[in-house]
Structure formats: structure tokens, C-alpha cells
């Protein structure tokens, strides 16, 4: 067949697209690599290509073959061709596509009866191989084993290698590699052993029957001669393989991709193929698309201003939004002194928007873990505002959090005594409430902060209720549970980042926004993983149609349990006039948008400790020993006249902050990071005097 222009095409096909669209619909046969920013139309522009590749001959329909990562995109995928007129051409996940091949072509290749495919036995299996390996079999254990077994498999890495390999890339494991590789081989002989396939193995085995059978891939290539891949900045190394394995040298492919949305790197996922596309096919067709129809230009503006501060952006990843509807609002951002107060203000704000006309399904609040979601749920629930999670348990379904519940009934019922904090914490602590957060991500990470928001719940039921205990605060998770809606359709959508990929609202809530949440904890310190985080957030961003809300607030419950400041991704995002956010009760809060100095050496400020004591780790501490003895001793009284804990009342790292810069007056005290009005009112007066008694004596 030979190469055909634009107007060879039925009249009028191509005629609704932009410029940049219509280049990439009717380019000539591939190679052609479309590079489409958020909002671009980028399944408009693939499907308008399919059909004019088929009305013009290039191809049948049933010579073609279009991938993606998801079933609801594939399924868009084929209904959008069957609204242009294309019937037959083949739109389906790699994995989806793999199955459909393998077990066509099994009698040829592997003979006897296919295999099963795994659907809820894998864990089962990965538990018998984790007990032989001397690991734990907790569900949280076994889920992290799984997806660092689904990662090796996606990177083409086997488990003899696994070791060297995660060396080598400096992977943070959930467990040792040498146990892992050895679940990793025990998982692989009992799957073989009982005749099962899992996913992974679709595209293992439909390579190798593509690779080592002559007569299967000529039948193949024969049948199928027209490649596109939507989402091509995340395929895996695997599903390259298998893409490769499909063309068998030729290039009439068509890839689409934005390596500024390359999120799953935990997953094996890379954007390099995307990045490399010309390096391969140096004849490729390259086309820009970045005109943005999906949000307002000020939403534009702000995720072009997210993802432009990224660090060693490669070329191609270049992508620079220009927003096409009318102007709508400012993004608002919006500072809070707590969680609670957080999820509170949101599910206020949504009120509002409901109110105006906005339906509850076109709204969205997303976050970076699931285990964040109980605010918002309880804060939805108290205003009667519907909901639906997606993609994640509810927290109080999470196991977890089951697992608590009937621990924290049974040890009030059997009359438990101590501290009531202490207790709640003893409790947790046999179902996986350490005292420092497990290593990496992952299960073990959502686990740990689930029960983590439990605490800080006992906490605050402690700072706000006299006599509090086990069994108040049993009834108080029971009430919580009990007051939830059940999902339904017609209901604003709580979702995580990573699930609200590929979806969009006419409104989104990005909550949440402070260190050690986004980016996540365990990406400090590693520049790739920063990177992916931020674009998680431009991810976030880049849903919103209007209306964009971003908010974090500096405590995760009332009693200032952990200090916290807002992310780093925050930073030159906010506008120079506006005051940051106000903090509980409407006490503005001194936040510019610009990086805080150490008030030593002047130099930029990072980490929590160091901006709590407003100087950076290498200037010497100026602590006045005496105010700070002081500090305590007051803090002890008021505690247990408060019958709260300590911490509760003030954090060690804030006495400290105090008793090295001895404030003078309000201004001064509440110029300390962590201070916020309440505390401001509560303790203010008190601390001032504790401040100037120890200093004049």
C-alpha cells in the first residue's frame, strides 16, 4: 500500500480538528509519535487517525490493532471508532490483547488444555511461598511481595537476578531481596506447578510464543498491520517487548504519550521509549499537541507553572499547556491549622458549588494515600453531601482498620487501663503501629497510616473530651462508621491521584498538600522519585475543568501531633498579594510562597525540624537552657490540669524553638512555625510570661 495525503481522506473526516491534530490524523503511515500535554484530545486525534488510515486505504479495519492501559479507555476507544464508521479494528488493554492472542494460538504453541488465570488465589500462593521463606503472611506483607514480584516481571528482571538488580537501581524493598527473590522463585514453581497463568504471564508467554515460533508471529503479522498505543510514556519494559515482538521489524506505529504524566515508575513503567521514539525511527512523524480544551486558562496557567519547575526535563517532555475555553477562577489556596479543619472547610466549599449548580458527580477530592480519605468522608457525611470512593476501601473497611476496631472493643471491654493515648497505642501496636513508619511505600505504609489516623483521633478526643477513654472512644469510631453514605452513582468522588488518572471534573479539591504527604515521605532524598511525585501533583492539577481548590493544613489533628509545612511543590504557585491561607478562626498566617531563610546564616530552610526552629542543622543551637526548663515544667502542669499529653499541649521541637528565639509579644511567639491561633489564645499569654520571668531572673 502506498503512502496517501490529507486529502485522499473522505471529505469533512479531519475537518473538526485543530492544526496540530489534523497533522497528527493524517499523517502518512507510521512511524508517527504524537506528544499530547493534559486536555489535548489526544483520543479524538487517534481515532479520527484510525479512521482516515482505513477510509484511505492504508489499512482494513481489521488490521488494526490499538492498546491502551485501561478497559474503560479501550472501551471509549471502540466506541468512538464505531461512531466514525470504523467496525472491526481492535481497541483492548496489552493484557487484554495478550490473552485473546495466547489463547489462540496455545494448541500450536504450548498444547493440552490452556492454563487458568489467576483471579483471587495469587496471594494465597505468594503466602505459601512467603511462609517457606521465613516471611510474615500479614495481607499488607504479602500485597508488597506481590507488586515488587509484578515489578520484577514488568522489567523483564527474573529471580535470580532480583537481587543484583535492585542493588544495582538502589530499589528501597519491603523486605530483603534475597527473601523476596526467593518468594519471587516459590511463587513461579507453585503457579507452574498448578498450571496458572497471572497477568504478567499473558505478555511472557505471548512474546515467547511471537519470538520462538516462526508460523505463529507470520500468521500474526499477516492478520495485524497498523500499531497505535495510547498512554505510551507508561509501558512497562515488558509490554515493549511484546510491542516489539508484534511489529517484527516494521514500523506502521502510531504512539501517543505525555512524559509529563508518567506516574507508575514503581510499576516498572518508564517514559524512555516515548523520549526515544526518533532515535529509533529517525523518519518519524513528530507532532505537538498543546492546546488545552479542557480547562480554563488560569487552570492552565497553574500546571504549566507546576510541571515548568521540574528538574532535567528532557526534550520531549517539553510540553507547554495553552488554554483554549473562556477564563474562569483563580485557583484558591488555602491553609489550615488541622485536618479536620481542612476536610471541614472542603466539604463547606462543596456545599457551596452544589448550591450553585454544580453536580455532585462533576466534583472530585484527591489525594496521594488512600488512608487520607476518612476526613473528607466524615467531613461529607456531617453536611449530608453524597459520595463514592474510587480506588480504595473506605477507611473504616479498610481490614486494618476492622482489625482495630474489634481489638480497641475487646481491651475496653475488658477494662484496659493506663493512659488512654498510651492504650490506644498499645492496642494498635500487634497490628502494625510501630514507632517509626515501615521502609518504602506501598501495603505496609497504608497500613501503618490508617492505624497512625486512629491515634491521632484518640488524640484528639483527648484534647476535647474530659475522662476520655477506650470505650468513649469505641463508640465515637462506631458513630463515625455508622453516619457514611453508601456509594452511589450521583455523588462527589474521592479518589487518590494515581486513581484519578485519565479522569476529569468540573471541580477538584487537591488536599492535603504538605511535606511528607506529596511528595511522600519515602521519595525524600531520591531526586527521580521527588520528580514523579511532582508530577502526581501536575497530574492532580491538570483534572480540573474550573473550579481548583489546594489546600494543606499544619497538623494532622487538633493537638499538634506532628508539625508539618507545606509542600515544596507549593513554592512559587501562590500569587505575591495573596496571604498564603488563614489558619482556624481566621488568624492569617505569614506564608508568601517564597522558601524560609535561617535566621542565622540566611540560608533556605528544609525539613520540619529546621523551619520549626527557624534555623538550618549546620548554625549552632542558641536554646536558653533555663527558659527551656521552664517551658517543661509549665507544660507539665498545664497537661495534666488539661489531662492531655504533653504533645498535646506543646511538642518538644516548639519549647525548643521558644527557648532559643524567647519571643517578646504575640507577634514574635506566633512568628514561630507550628503556632497558630488557637494556641495563640489558649496558651499565648502564658508562655510570654513563662518567657520574660525566666529570662529577667
Known amino acids: 500500500m502506498g503512502s496517501a495525503s490529507v486529502s485522499e481522506a473522505k471529505p469533512g473526516l479531519l475537518d473538526g480538528l485543530d492544526p496540530e491534530q489534523r497533522a497528527a490524523a493524517g499523517a502518512p503511515r507510521g512511524p508517527v509519535c504524537v506528544l499530547a500535554g493534559a486536555g489535548t484530545g489526544k483520543t479524538r486525534t487517534i481515532t479520527h487517525r484510525i479512521a482516515h488510515l482505513v477510509r484511505s486505504g492504508h489499512v482494513a479495519a481489521g488490521q488494526v490493532l490499538a492498546v491502551t492501559f485501561t478497559n474503560r479507555a479501550a472501551g471509549e476507544l471502540r466506541a468512538r471508532l464505531r461512531g466514525l464508521g470504523v467496525e472491526g479494528a481492535q481497541a483492548r488493554t496489552f493484557h487484554a490483547a495478550a490473552l485473546r492472542q495466547l489463547r489462540y494460538f496455545w494448541p500450536r504453541v504450548v498444547g493440552g488444555p490452556q492454563w ?16 517457606r521463606a521465613g516471611l510474615g503472611t500479614e495481607v499488607e506483607v504479602l500485597r508488597d511481595l506481590a507488586s515488587e514480584i509484578e515489578w520484577a516481571k514488568a522489567s523483564l528482571v527474573i529471580a535470580d537476578d532480583y537481587p543484583a538488580v535492585v542493588a544495582r537501581l538502589r530499589r528501597d524493598t519491603p523486605e530483603p531481596a534475597e527473601r523476596i527473590a526467593q518468594v519471587y522463585r516459590g511463587y513461579e514453581e507453585l503457579k507452574n506447578n498448578a498450571r496458572l497463568l497471572d497477568f504478567d504471564d499473558l505478555l511472557l508467554h505471548t512474546v515467547a510464543a511471537l519470538e520462538e515460533h516462526s508460523a505463529v508471529s507470520e500468521e500474526f503479522r499477516d ?4 500499531f497505535v498505543v495510547d498512554e505510551y510514556q507508561d509501558v512497562t519494559p515488558l509490554q515493549q517487548r511484546l510491542l516489539d515482538a508484534w511489529l517484527g521489524g516494521r514500523d506502521d506505529l502510531t504512539v501517543v504519550g505525555d512524559a509529563n504524566q508518567t506516574i507508575y515508575s514503581f510499576g516498572g513503567a518508564s517514559p524512555r521509549p516515548l523520549l526515544e521514539f526518533t532515535r529509533r525511527f529517525p523518519d518519524a512523524t513528530v507532532v505537538r499537541l498543546e492546546r488545552d480544551y479542557r480547562s480554563t486558562p488560569q487552570v492552565v496557567a497553574l500546571a504549566n507553572k507546576v510541571i515548568g519547575a521540574a528538574r532535567n526535563r528532557p526534550a520531549g517532555s517539553r510540553l507547554r ?18 485536618e479536620t479543619t481542612e476536610a471541614a472547610s472542603v466539604a463547606a466549599r462543596i456545599h457551596d458549588l452544589l448550591e450553585l449548580g454544580v453536580p455532585a458527580s462533576e466534583i472530585a477530592i484527591l489525594y496521594r494515600v488512600n488512608a487520607q480519605s476518612e476526613a473528607y468522608e466524615q467531613a461529607l457525611s456531617e453536611l449530608d453531601i453524597p459520595y463514592l470512593v474510587r480506588g480504595g476501601e473506605r477507611f473504616f473497611q479498610r481490614q486494618e482498620i476492622r482489625q482495630a476496631v474489634i481489638a480497641l472493643r475487646s481491651a475496653a471491654a475488658a477494662g484496659q487501663r493506663g493512659e488512654f493515648v498510651d492504650a490506644v497505642r498499645a492496642v494498635l501496636a500487634p497490628i502494625g503501629l510501630t514507632e517509626q513508619p515501615p521502609a518504602g511505600g506501598g501495603a505496609a505504609k497504608e497500613r501503618w497510616d490508617a492505624l497512625l489516623a486512629l491515634v491521632e483521633l484518640a488524640e484528639e478526643l483527648a484534647a476535647t473530651v474530659e475522662d476520655a477513654d477506650l470505650a468513649r472512644f469505641v463508640a465515637e469510631l462506631e458513630q463515625r462508621a455508622a453516619a457514611q453514605h453508601p456509594p452511589t452513582v450521583e455523588g462527589v468522588t474521592l479518589a487518590s491521584l494515581h ?18 504527604t506529596l511528595p511522600i515521605q519515602h521519595a525524600d532524598g531520591d531526586e527521580n522519585a521527588i520528580e514523579e511525585e511532582r508530577r502526581l501533583f501536575y497530574v492532580g492539577v491538570t483534572r480540573a475543568r474550573e473550579h481548583l481548590s489546594l489546600t494543606w493544613s499544619l497538623y494532622r489533628s487538633g493537638g499538634g501531633r506532628r508539625t508539618r509545612r507545606r509542600s515544596r511543590f507549593l513554592y512559587g504557585l501562590l500569587p ?18 517564597q522558601r524560609q531563610a535561617c535566621r542565622v546564616c540566611e540560608g533556605p530552610l528544609t525539613g520540619t525540624m529546621a523551619i520549626k526552629l527557624g534555623r538550618c542543622d549546620r548554625c549552632p543551637s542558641t536554646v536558653d537552657e533555663q527558659v527551656l526548663e521552664r517551658l517543661k515544667y509549665w507544660r507539665g502542669n498545664r497537661s495534666r490540669e488539661l489531662k492531655v499529653p504533653a504533645f498535646v499541649v506543646f511538642t518538644d521541637a516548639t519549647l ?6 524567647c519571643p517578646v509579644d504575640e507577634s514574635s511567639l506566633v512568628s514561630i512555625s507550628g503556632i497558630g491561633q488557637t494556641k495563640l489564645e489558649r496558651f499565648g499569654a502564658e508562655i510570654l510570661a513563662v518567657v520574660r520571668e525566666a529570662v529577667g531572673s
Open 116 to 131: 487458568d488465570l489467576i483471579e483471587n488465589n495469587k496471594l494465597r500462593l505468594i503466602g505459601q511461598a512467603a511462609n
Open 223 to 226: 492478520r495485524y498491520r497498523c
Open 321 to 338: 499547556l495553552i488554554g483554549q475555553r473562556p477564563d474562569g477562577p483563580e485557583p484558591r489556596f488555602a491553609e489550615y491549622e488541622d
Open 499 to 516: 486513581a484519578a488518572k485519565g479522569l476529569e471534573w468540573d471541580a477538584v479539591f487537591l488536599v492535603g498538600l504538605a511535606e511528607g
Open 576 to 593: 505575591e498579594n495573596h496571604p498564603a491561607a488563614r489558619v482556624a478562626r481566621g488568624a492569617q498566617v505569614r506564608s508568601n510562597g
Open 656 to 661: 525548643i524553638a521558644i527557648a532559643e528565639q
